[in-house]
């Protein structure tokens, strides 16, 4: 009888299981098309706003972030959604909307202003200003998060095997030819004469671009006290 009571039991934890992922499927479709009622009814419905699909384990929040949905972040917020919550690589919330054109500068801060922490970092060392730097298209991201507290000399990490070497934001937005990007920077208290592991600064990664050198970049940079 108890074997008989034990697979019942099991059963039931499976259909509920099944019944949840299905509930945040149809959310996280909600928060990404951008249906604010029809968030609101799942949540409603008993969808907890910090919930996980678990074959990415993405917060619906991270979704929100992700689609630059704001007003679905402040929603999902405003019901007790973690803004730090990180996926098992270190992905959190404010890193997610940097992967879209524009670094989503509107949910960014939304999240700041619930919470979010600027200098949290991935396994690689990675923050939310270093990847808004990587685009000029993401200024106004990098904007809001260097208002909102994000480190501006923080270093990703040292190592070889993932193709990181201690580099900041501004080594990255140099390297990358991001020139609104260095003159936030730089405006901000970037330092100039930080090396990577291998001994380059900015300027040297502004000198060493693809193609011709970054005049523009080089010039900031100069003006900004590098040698």
């Given at each position: 009888?108890w074997?008989?009571?034990?697979?019942?039991?099991?059963a039931?934890?499976?259909?509920r299981?099944?019944?949840?992922?299905?509930?945040?499927?149809?959310?996280?479709d909600?928060?990404?098309?951008?249906d604010?009622d029809a968030?609101?009814?799942?949540?409603?419905?008993?969808?907890?706003?910090g919930?996980?699909k678990?074959?990415?384990?993405m917060?619906?929040?991270m979704y929100?972030?992700?689609?630059g949905?704001a007003?679905?972040a402040?929603?999902?917020?405003?019901?007790g959604?973690d803004p730090?919550?990180?996926?098992?690589s270190?992905?959190?919330a404010?890193?997610?909307?940097?992967?879209?054109?524009?670094?989503?500068?509107d949910?960014?801060?939304?999240?700041?202003?619930?919470?979010?922490?600027?200098?949290a970092?991935?396994?690689d060392?990675?923050?939310a200003l270093?990847?808004?730097?990587?685009?000029?298209?993401?200024?106004?991201?990098?904007?809001?998060?260097?208002?909102?507290?994000?480190?501006?000399?923080?270093?990703?990490?040292?190592?070889?095997?993932?193709?990181t070497?201690g580099?900041?934001?501004?080594?990255?937005?140099?390297?990358?030819?991001?020139g609104?990007?260095?003159?936030?920077?730089?405006?901000?208290?970037?330092?100039?004469d930080?090396?990577?592991?291998?001994?380059?600064?900015?300027?040297?990664?502004?000198l060493?671009?693809?193609?011709?050198p970054?005049?523009?970049?080089?010039?900031?940079?100069?003006?900004g006290?590098?040698?």
């Amino acid at each position: 009888m108890w074997a008989w009571d034990g697979f019942v039991e099991a059963a039931a934890r499976r259909a509920r299981k099944r019944e949840r992922e299905a509930l945040y499927e149809r959310l996280s479709d909600a928060i990404i098309g951008g249906d604010r009622d029809a968030v609101v009814a799942f949540l409603d419905a008993g969808a907890e706003p910090g919930g996980a699909k678990a074959e990415n384990g993405m917060t619906m929040l991270m979704y929100a972030a992700y689609g630059g949905r704001a007003e679905a972040a402040r929603l999902l917020l405003g019901r007790g959604a973690d803004p730090n919550a990180a996926t098992a690589s270190g992905l959190t919330a404010l890193m997610y909307a940097q992967q879209s054109f524009d670094g989503h500068p509107d949910a960014v801060r939304v999240l700041l202003e619930h919470g979010a922490d600027p200098n949290a970092a991935t396994d690689d060392g990675w923050t939310a200003l270093m990847m808004a730097a990587t685009s000029d298209s993401h200024l106004e991201a990098a904007r809001a998060l260097l208002d909102g507290g994000a480190g501006v000399n923080r270093r990703d990490s040292c190592d070889a095997r993932r193709l990181t070497s201690g580099m900041t934001a501004l080594m990255w937005a140099a390297s990358l030819g991001c020139g609104r990007t260095v003159a936030l920077l730089v405006e901000r208290g970037a330092d100039v004469d930080l090396v990577d592991g291998e001994g380059l600064t900015a300027l040297d990664m502004a000198l060493r671009g693809l193609g011709n050198p970054r005049e523009n970049i080089i010039n900031v940079l100069r003006r900004g006290g590098a040698v």
